[in-house]
């Protein structure tokens, strides 16, 4: 008798070990509608560094319109050699706006026809251009679309949901985007995006071949009211 439950217990065993372990399946998507890929707040600032160490780039949410019924952000960038004060740094972009709406990230580059004085921005002097639906959030992984609508020959493909990129701001967990060409083969820029901060990391190719890129140093995110 003993031998018998001996050998069922064996067979139990066999089969148990078998059979397929089911294992759980990963999310492909990531995000839910709502969150915030890159939070847009008056104040909010983001210092990259270049990749070759010799530039260092300030971006700052400085202001803001109501423009066909969603908020957009202006973001000015800052730039200054590294190694010297963060005073010093020049305003090299005054014109690039953000907002969040169905499910994307967009951009535009737009000017004021007015004055310049933040406290007057209004949305009839918001004239935009070269309009990007640039990230899309909440993401799918292996999902492609045109993000830009004056160059359909650009195509963003999101290549993970949660890789691990360390830079001198800390350890975040991102999404991948890369966007390539269907006209230049040689042609990729992919970025890292942390949801709910922003921009980690960023790198491609120039026309020469040469890489080029930039890395989160450090962030301010301000609390809204």
Not at 107 to 131: M, Y
Request: a negative charge; one cysteine or more; hydrophobic letters at 35%.
């Amino acid at each position: 008798m003993k031998n018998t439950n001996l050998t069922m217990l064996s067979l139990l065993l066999i089969l148990t070990l078998g059979l397929p372990h089911a294992q759980a399946e990963e999310p492909k998507t990531r995000g839910e509608d709502g969150d915030v890929l890159t939070p847009l707040t008056i104040g909010n600032t983001w210092v990259y560094e270049d990749m070759d160490n010799s530039f260092i780039t300030t971006d700052r949410i400085e202001g803001v319109v109501l423009f066909d019924g969603h908020p957009w952000h202006l973001l000015r960038s800052y730039e200054h050699e590294a190694g010297r004060p963060a005073n010093t740094a020049e305003l090299v972009s005054d014109n690039f706006w953000l907002t969040l709406k169905d499910g994307y990230e967009w951009d535009a580059w737009a000017e004021l026809n007015g004055g310049d004085d933040d406290e007057e921005f209004v949305a009839e002097e918001l004239q935009l251009t070269s309009l990007s639906r640039y990230y899309r959030y909440p993401a799918t992984l292996g999902e492609t679309y045109k993000p830009n609508a004056d160059d359909q020959t650009v195509v963003m493909t999101v290549t993970s949901l949660s890789e691990k990129i360390t830079t001198k701001a800390g350890e975040f967990d991102c999404i991948v985007y890369k966007e390539t060409s269907t006209e230049d083969e040689d042609y990729a820029f992919t970025s890292w995006v942390a949801p709910g901060v922003g921009i980690i990391k960023n790198a491609g190719t120039d026309e020469d071949g040469e890489p080029y890129g930039s890395a989160l140093v450090s962030y301010t995110l301000v609390e809204e009211d």
